[in-house]
């Protein structure tokens, strides 16, 4: 069964809180980066909801060895090492143990669950090495009810059915059954606005290495996931993550720049019909041709959102996801086996395109909105192309 965790970033408000009474989410990743474990650790303590088995704490390692201005509070955390380098691993050891004795001292009062420290890797290397080696030391030094290897890998490894499979074998002899990987997929930026559109071959290769994981007992949480959690819940990972907006929702390399990008924020909607995230200034100016029910995601604020705009506000559409993502994945949780609930999300996936083949239809005199519809949509032939892959790298027929 899949859980729905909230990837913690800034500003958070009541988001989290109000996402939990709701049950709309079942627990939150922390990221202290974002904000001091003090905290933190005051936040935990003062939501009811909240308690050591739901609340993960991201050490957002794989920072240590980029330039300190993108560090933000982790440079003033826990004794974190900045530029750190393949030497300091070997020669300066001493620093290293430090920062893991005040990394566990600040959270094991808020959790029990370990997400050890792990780099942010390229390729397979002393990165990749390390991150498993400081695993295996917190297995051996500290007691922790579930241990969970952070392992962020570049979306470039996953284009390589060969390096996904040494990364696979690796991981076999190094992590314990019952244990787990805090996996992040690293994408490279691009233009697309459409952030589930991701190269059918790495999608395939990531559906593949999620599921060997699950086939070995090892549990799986994919951070900064965004639509595309549909496809890792329906091979039964132990949960997918998400944050309050775009840039909470995938992690790219743009994170590791200094550079700030500026820009306005549009405001969007899951439709869970058409398995898409549209801009509601885009659904305006075709939903005259089409019944809007079609779209709605039976959520609290449907109606509002395709009808009243003005009045659904950012924080607002914030939960309208989360509420409409939990909807899916309770569906796919009830599927008996990996195998349905794969069917089940390429059944779903199906009637997205017959809706969009209605939009089209119905807009043929509209060329640009067919072009904005077009890129809305263009993820869910990469997710059937990608399903398709992965099938068969995986031997599954269904």
Not at 64 to 70: M, P
Not at 308 to 323: G, T
Not at 392 to 397: N, V
Request: net charge negative; proline share 2%; hydrophobic share 35%.
């Amino acid at each position: 069964m899949t859980k729905l965790l909230i990837q913690h970033g800034p500003a958070k408000g009541q988001k989290i809180q109000l996402s939990l009474e709701n049950k709309t989410s079942d627990g939150v990743i922390f990221a202290p980066r974002e904000e001091t474990i003090e905290s933190i650790v005051n936040y935990c303590n003062s939501i009811a909801t909240l308690n050591k088995d739901n609340v993960y704490i991201d050490p957002q390692f794989y920072y240590s060895t980029y330039n300190k201005d993108i560090a933000k509070l982790l440079d003033v955390q826990f004794n974190y090492p900045i530029e750190i380098s393949r030497r300091d691993c070997r020669k300066n050891k001493e620093m290293l143990y430090e920062y893991f004795e005040k990394y566990v001292d600040a959270i094991k009062p808020i959790s029990s669950n370990i997400i050890t420290p792990g780099f942010s890797i390229e390729a397979i290397d002393w990165k990749f090495d390390y991150s498993i080696d400081f695993y295996n030391y917190f297995k051996q030094q500290y007691d922790f009810k579930r241990y969970y290897l952070s392992l962020m890998l570049s979306s470039k490894i996953f284009h390589s059915k060969n390096d996904t499979e040494d990364i696979l074998e690796d991981l076999k002899d190094n992590i314990d059954e019952k244990d787990g990987v805090y996996l992040i997929i690293n994408y490279m930026p691009t233009q697309d606005n459409n952030y589930d559109s991701i190269d059918p071959e790495t999608l395939s290769n990531i559906l593949y290495f999620i599921y060997t994981l699950k086939k070995e007992n090892i549990d799986i949480i994919v951070g900064y996931t965004f639509l595309n959690s549909i496809l890792y819940a329906m091979l039964d990972c132990e949960a997918v993550a998400s944050g309050w907006f775009n840039k909470l929702r995938k992690f790219d390399q743009d994170r590791f720049e200094s550079v700030d990008k500026f820009g306005k924020r549009k405001k969007r909607y899951f439709s869970l019909p058409t398995l898409t995230y549209m801009t509601i200034e885009l659904i305006k100016e075709f939903k005259e041709d089409i019944d809007i029910n079609i779209l709605y995601s039976n959520t609290f604020c449907d109606k509002m959102a395709l009808e009243d705009e003005d009045n659904v506000s950012f924080v607002d559409l914030e939960h309208q996801y989360w509420e409409a993502l939990s909807h899916i994945l309770s569906e796919i949780n009830k599927e008996s086996s990996i195998e349905n609930k794969i069917k089940f999300v390429k059944n779903k996936i199906s009637f997205s395109r017959e809706i969009l083949e209605t939009i089209m239809r119905v807009t043929k005199n509209k060329e640009l909105v067919q072009d904005k519809v077009k890129n809305s949509f263009k993820h869910i032939d990469d997710w059937i192309f990608a399903i398709e892959l992965f099938e068969k790298k995986a031997s599954l027929i269904l």
